[in-house]
């Protein structure tokens, strides 16, 4: 089984390039972020005349997140438990859609099924910015219940999948100390303490073994040729529990979905299972 992550940045301007990419790697399970729409104007027919079924989860033109799956979609939540809600200077806070969870690969042969969330982790914009506490709260309350899970089954088959908006490792950025100079979020302790508290949980990072080294990246900006430069980062994940890490036969991140006309600024990451 295939599952990808793809933070798509709009999924109704790049829908070509989405099914496109289903079918030349030939991906069971798609996780979207940033579909930046609702339902109503949700490209449905991209998926369903491929095969797959997709459950999403969108208000606006911001934010959304979607899963799309050939071998079996249920038990659909959108937005986990205590998820935290944002309100900017003491406004009443609203709910963003930014975590959609789904059991799949049930109809997969030979394979467990799986739980698995997309998620569009908040970006915390500045480091004195209110969406920086919003962040790393919402961090921290995902956490709790995903270490309560493994804690209750630790041969659970479960993976959190998409734009963790943290690059957990020096590594994972183009140039730390032009980070460290600008001041400059993703990088932050903090941030990264709320990431590494998910492998301490006991969530495994899949793909960092399988590709090893500094210039291995999943976003580059849009300005400053910033892809052509290699002047990415590395904050785009799937995070699996101890179980169905060791099911993981391969990892890689599809770079030449950064390429081209219509590009998102992330490159998909890709796993496959079995």
Sequence with gaps: MKIATWNVNSLRARADRVEAFLDRHDVDVLAVQETKCKDENFPWEVFERAGYEVAHYGFSQWNGVAIASRVGLEDVQRGFEGQPHFGKGGKDPHEEARAIGATVGGEAEGV???????????NGRALDDEHMDYKLRWLEQLRELTAQRLAERPDTHLALVGDFNVAPQD?????????????????????????????????????????????VYTYWDYKGLAFPKKKGMRIDFQLCSPALADAVSDAWIDREERKGKGASDHAPVVVEVG
């Design 112 to 122: 467990e099924p799986v739980r698995l969330w997309s998620l569009y982790v908040p």
């Design 171 to 215: 590594e994972d950025v183009w140039d730390m100390q032009f980070f460290l100079d600008e001041g400059l979020t993703h990088v932050s302790e903090p941030e990264r303490a709320a990431f590494r508290a998910f492998t301490e949980a006991g969530l495994v990072d899949v793909v960092r073994p399988r590709q090893p080294g500094p210039g």
